[in-house]
């Protein structure tokens, strides 16, 4: 039952959530294997976890950009994004109803500063700079994990399915302001919720390692198709996946390392002034620990940087990232 239980990975902190740099890593979660963390599998567990996510660096194609690259080629009178910095606090409950069927369901709490420019003169202008602070609930996932196939191999299998629910908030203070005559809105991808209902599909495989305290490696892929949300506003189709893997020196001691790819389609606005944030892919590098304070009570931690990206316009990103968890566990 060990080997099963701990085959059912879960992408938990898995999706690009509403962002200004929508591409880059969600404010509910950066691309994770949820269950590589080295925690001990059981029947209930109950998840907290912080994020902190900043957003500052001017990116297009492959590369950073400049301020004067930006500028001078967004649109005249339009929005440039500048910074999005996200505190994000997620709870989540897992419950593992057999050895072949889990469910898990996460709620966040985001805290968010967003900023951007209305590029009227074609350069950096702090005078035009526009600035929201809010605080609210996000939307809440609810995620099915089948265990399809299990060979004497060591070879897992599981489906994955479910749901984002519209929860969050879609609207926040002052979210339209007006600067020099000119208004502009805190687009809706930004904001806490969406404002849409989502559909999640994906498939994970499990392969157990030789060797004393080595984790199961794990490859995963979990999609997510997008309905239109506040405003007829679209977020992109995503898809994100992973390989997993670490190893316990100790009883109480798991080192961690994951690779991480997230990838998102353009957003789509019913209004055209308002800004539809770019297509990208990012690849991510994300080495962390678990401490094991008791057989029910786990920590942990992880870095995240950001190796590789593209994106299909000039946009902003972050690149590195941290998470900070604890992880109580009923019913080993």
Not at 268 to 279: I, Y
Request: hydrophobic share 35%; proline share 5%; aromatic share 10%.
């Amino acid at each position: 039952m060990r080997s099963i239980r701990s085959a059912s990975v879960l992408l938990a902190a898995f999706l690009v959530s509403p962002l200004a740099a929508h591409a880059n890593c969600g404010a509910e979660g950066c691309p994770l294997v949820r269950d590589g963390f080295g925690v001990s599998p059981s029947r209930f567990a109950f998840d907290l976890r912080y994020q902190d996510v900043l957003q500052d660096k001017l990116w297009n194609g492959t590369g950073e950009a400049s301020q004067q690259e930006v500028f001078s080629g967004a649109e005249p009178h339009g929005e440039v994004e500048l910074l999005t910095h996200t505190h994000s606090w997620v709870g989540e409950g897992r419950f593992q109803a057999n050895s072949w069927l889990r469910f898990t369901a996460t709620l966040p709490w985001i805290d968010r500063e967003h900023q951007h420019q209305l590029n009227h003169t074609g350069q950096y202008d702090p005078r035009f700079i526009n600035t929201w602070k809010f605080q609210g609930i996000g939307d809440a996932i609810v995620l099915g994990q089948v265990l399809a196939l299990h060979s004497s191999g060591g070879t897992q299998l599981t489906l994955q399915g479910g749901v984002k629910l519209p929860t969050g908030l879609a609207h926040v203070p002052g979210e339209t302001q007006t600067n020099f005559g000119f208004s502009t809105t805190l687009e809706p991808s930004a904001r806490p919720g969406s404002g849409s209902t989502d559909w999640i599909t994906g498939a994970l495989v499990t392969q157990r390692l030789p060797g004393k305290g080595v984790l199961p490696l794990t490859g995963s892929v979990l999609m997510r198709f997008n309905n239109k949300g506040t405003d007829d506003f679209k977020v992109g189709n995503e898809v994100q996946a992973g390989l997993s893997s670490g190893y316990a020196p100790r009883d109480r001691f798991t080192l961690l390392a994951q690779l991480n790819y997230s990838g998102h389609g353009s957003d789509v606005s019913a209004d055209p002034t308002e800004t539809a944030h770019t297509g990208m892919q990012s690849l991510y590098l994300t080495p962390g620990a678990t401490f094991h304070v008791s057989p029910a009570l786990s920590v942990y931690g992880l870095y995240q940087t950001r190796l590789w990206g593209k994106s299909e316009e000039p946009t902003v990103v972050g690149t590195n990232h941290f998470l900070f968890g604890t992880t109580y566990s009923i019913g080993h």
